[in-house]
């Protein structure tokens, strides 16, 4: 059975990390609700993303499965493909409308957090329906 002490290690750190930012947006009495509400969603979502992962990985190790099968890297493969596509179209409009945005760092992390969020609705695609054999 394999040791998850790192894994658990690198999620207590994320966790403690998390807590002190909304502690210190509590306290500071944040500018807008908007971005603390965004930031907590994204939190939430990414510990049960990690925790999902790793109960997965212990399934597969507990079952002999192999890691990464042949149906996962081309999935990967397609999904890098068709985010990397979409992330331009996202980029572009981002550019196009650049005097909207009063900073910049607002544009950037709208741009890096839209292509994450365009490589996982296509990794999600892709493993529901399926690649196509061409």
Known sequence: MKNYSREI???GVLLIFFVTMTVYYLSVGPL???PTVIALLIFIVGVITFIRQIINRKRVLETGEPA???FTKLVSVYA???A???SMYLWLIIFIFNSSFTKNETMLGIGIL???SIYGISLWYFKSV???NE
């Open 9 to 11: 290690i690198f999620g």
């Open 68 to 70: 990464e099968d042949e």
């Open 130 to 132: 399926g690649v196509k």
């Open 114 to 116: 839209g292509s994450a």
């Open 32 to 34: 807008s609700l908007l």
């Open 84 to 86: 990397f596509l979409y």
């Open 80 to 82: 890098g493909n068709q």
